[in-house]
């Protein structure tokens, strides 16, 4: 069974930065995706970023140029470094690890933007 536990969430001011880490455990294979969403307050959960087990990056037309995703293989964990961070980034972040027949989901962690 594979546990997903992130951390790393708050508040901060517009302008700020935080990074969330998410460690993976159980049979993971650095070969699956791992990723972030996010699900804002009253609107449905979307992509933030991903990235292969190969360090292949895909983002969010509107997290472009502010966050930066990486993994560490060797211990199974990802990260969201997020910068320049606006009000319409608050939201409930999930770390998502994906095979080719599974998928599983972290519970959560808080970010809220807010002066």
């Known amino acids: 069974q594979v546990q997903l536990v992130e951390s790393g969430g708050g508040l901060v001011q517009p302008g700020g930065s935080l990074r969330l880490s998410c460690a993976a455990s159980?049979?993971?294979?650095?070969?699956?995706?791992m990723g972030w969403y996010r699900q804002a307050p009253g609107k449905e959960r979307e992509l933030a970023a991903t990235i292969t087990g190969s360090g292949s990056r895909n983002y969010a037309d509107s997290v472009k140029g502010r966050f930066t995703i990486s993994r560490d293989n060797a211990k199974n964990t990802v990260f969201l470094q997020m910068n320049s961070l606006k009000p319409e980034d608050t939201a409930v972040y999930y770390c998502?690890?994906?095979?080719?027949?599974?998928?599983?989901w972290g519970k959560g962690t808080l970010v809220t933007v807010s002066s």
């Open positions: 159980g049979s993971i294979q650095s070969s699956m995706v």
């Open positions: 998502n690890v994906r095979g080719r027949i599974v998928n599983y």
